[in-house]
């Protein structure tokens, strides 16, 4: 389930580094999916703990920084969700980022943290400092997830849906985990205690794979025909521009392929090669204009 | 000369999301304290895409007539933002005119023209078009897309 994850959000990653360039509100999400990512590579999904471990002193300083990793992954994915449904900044809104350095406190106090272990928490449940440690991490977790999913009440339609279906396991993960830590560290029923507690791997896991993937299918269904509808006008008008001197620059046309999206980038070249046209009193060739026509009359029916 | 940014002009004129023409004229007119009249006019235009002048009691935005519907509404944005630049007190664009549009504008307060130059203020007028075009065409389907 782990590396299904790994590979859904390196697709994402890669696939949508045009996007983050081209679009700014785009950012937050991806730097989402960047900290998931490296949340998931320091809990030794691709290289293994101990190795990671051992180059951070060997005292499971990994499983603190992958804490932290998975915690901003989800409040800048949470940031993402605020801004599609629109919602306004209150102080609240970083409470969650408080637990961090309660987490780095508290994770300083654990007695005993060599060796590297997956299980570092599990194996000290008995110390109250890896219960604070462990219980701020789910409780700031618990409480950003059940946000996103209220902020996507209105929004969660089609595949917006499989963002809340998936985060609802992930806040019932979540719950299973904070239950372990308090009945384990505050009742006798220890043994009740780990078996709630075993869910919290693959209920995780399996939530934060639905939302993946129902992110990667949402990115897909609405790029390919955005890509197929201005593709090839968008470098057909670029190669235009650069072989009439359209441009006061010679880089102007691959920028604005680069920085704008396909859309807006078609609008500006056919823009620019109007000015030439008006600037320098001169027409196209006739096939030439009426391939400009045609771009622009697709242009006028997204409208 | 410092200009202001002009996402930042073009969020303070029109706010987030999606505006059209007629919102931006409506504004403007606000800002102004007068009316904003757009005006085809059909005569010669050699080089030039649209031009705009101050009257006593009015501004006209001239503009010739155009094909291309995105281009016309590209060159009157462009006058527009001739019209807020100068609301925020900066310097004008030395216009270009020909005889017959001198003669229409005879009365004129001020004059500034769209041509394709490359001077500060042009480009600031141009980048501001580029940004209300943007708006304007997402009027239909405006909805942030964070996760695109």
């Known amino acids: 389930m782990k590396l299904l994850l790994v590979a859904l959000l390196t697709a994402l990653c890669l696939l949508r580094i045009p996007s983050v360039v081209k679009v700014a509100e785009a950012r937050a999400s991806w730097v989402a999916s960047v900290f998931g990512l490296a949340a998931l590579y320091v809990l030794g999904t691709v290289t293994p703990l101990a190795t990671i471990d051992s180059y951070l002193g060997g005292i499971n300083v990994a499983n603190l920084l992958q804490a932290i990793f998975a915690l901003l992954a989800i409040f800048f994915f949470n940031d993402s969700?605020?801004?599609?449904?629109?919602?306004?900044?209150?102080?609240?809104?970083?409470?969650?980022?408080?637990?961090?350095?309660?987490?780095?406190?508290?994770?300083?106090?654990?007695?005993?943290?060599?060796?590297?272990?997956?299980?570092?928490?599990?194996?000290?449940?008995?110390?109250?400092?890896?219960?604070?440690?462990?219980?701020?991490?789910?409780?700031?977790?618990?409480?950003?997830?059940?946000?996103?999913?209220?902020?996507?009440?209105?929004?969660?339609?089609?595949?917006?849906?499989?963002?809340?279906?998936?985060?609802?396991?992930?806040?019932?993960?979540?719950?299973?985990?904070?239950?372990?830590?308090?009945?384990?560290?505050?009742?006798?029923?220890?043994?009740?205690?780990?078996?709630?507690?075993?869910?919290?791997?693959?209920?995780?896991?399996?939530?934060?794979?639905?939302?993946?993937?129902?992110?990667?299918?949402?990115?897909?269904?609405?790029?390919?025909?955005?890509?197929?509808?201005?593709?090839?006008?968008?470098?057909?008008?670029?190669?235009?521009?650069?072989?009439?001197?359209?441009?006061?620059?010679?880089?102007?046309?691959?920028?604005?392929?680069?920085?704008?999206?396909?859309?807006?980038?078609?609008?500006?070249?056919?823009?620019?090669?109007?000015?030439?046209?008006?600037?320098?009193?001169?027409?196209?060739?006739?096939?030439?204009?009426?391939?400009?026509?045609?771009?622009?009359?697709?242009?006028?029916?997204?409208? | 000369m410092s200009l202001p940014p002009v996402a930042e002009k073009v969020q303070e004129l029109c706010g987030d999301g999606a505006t059209s023409m007629e919102e931006v004229v409506d504004r403007l007119t606000i800002i102004c304290e007068k009316p904003i009249n757009l005006v085809e006019y059909k005569e010669s235009w050699g080089a030039l895409t649209a031009f705009k002048a101050e009257f006593e009691d009015r501004i006209n935005v001239y503009f010739p007539p155009q094909k291309s519907q995105q281009y016309k509404l590209h060159c009157i944005y462009h006058e527009l933002g001739h019209i807020y630049l100068e609301s925020l007190r900066t310097s004008l664009a030395l216009p270009n005119l020909s005889e017959e549009m001198l003669r229409e504008t005879a009365d004129a307060i001020s004059i500034t023209c769209r041509s394709v130059p490359n001077h500060p203020v042009e480009r600031w007028v141009e980048e501001f078009a580029f940004e209300m075009s943007k708006k304007t065409r997402a009027r239909s389907s405006f909805e942030p897309e964070p996760f695109l």
């Open chain 1, 81 to 303: 969700v605020r801004r599609l449904a629109n919602v306004a900044v209150r102080w609240t809104y970083y409470a969650p980022l408080l637990s961090i350095p309660i987490m780095i406190a508290s994770f300083a106090l654990v007695k005993d943290k060599a060796p590297t272990s997956a299980d570092f928490i599990d194996y000290r449940m008995d110390q109250l400092a890896i219960a604070v440690y462990s219980g701020s991490y789910m409780l700031a977790l618990l409480f950003t997830v059940l946000r996103i999913i209220y902020m996507l009440r209105h929004k969660a339609r089609g595949l917006y849906a499989t963002f809340s279906a998936g985060l609802l396991v992930v806040a019932a993960a979540v719950s299973c985990h904070l239950t372990y830590v308090l009945l384990f560290h505050f009742s006798p029923w220890h043994t009740f205690a780990e078996a709630i507690g075993s869910w919290f791997d693959r209920l995780f896991y399996a939530g934060l794979s639905v939302t993946a993937a129902g992110w990667l299918i949402l990115f897909l269904s609405k790029q390919i025909p955005k890509l197929r509808l201005w593709m090839i006008d968008a470098l057909w008008l670029t190669g235009l521009r650069i072989r009439v001197h359209a441009d006061h620059s010679r880089v102007s046309p691959a920028w604005d392929l680069f920085n704008e999206t396909l859309e807006n980038g078609v609008y500006k070249s056919l823009i620019v090669l109007h000015n030439y046209q008006r600037g320098n009193l001169t027409a196209f060739p006739e096939s030439v204009q009426g391939r400009i026509n045609q771009i622009e009359a697709k242009l006028d029916a997204q409208v």
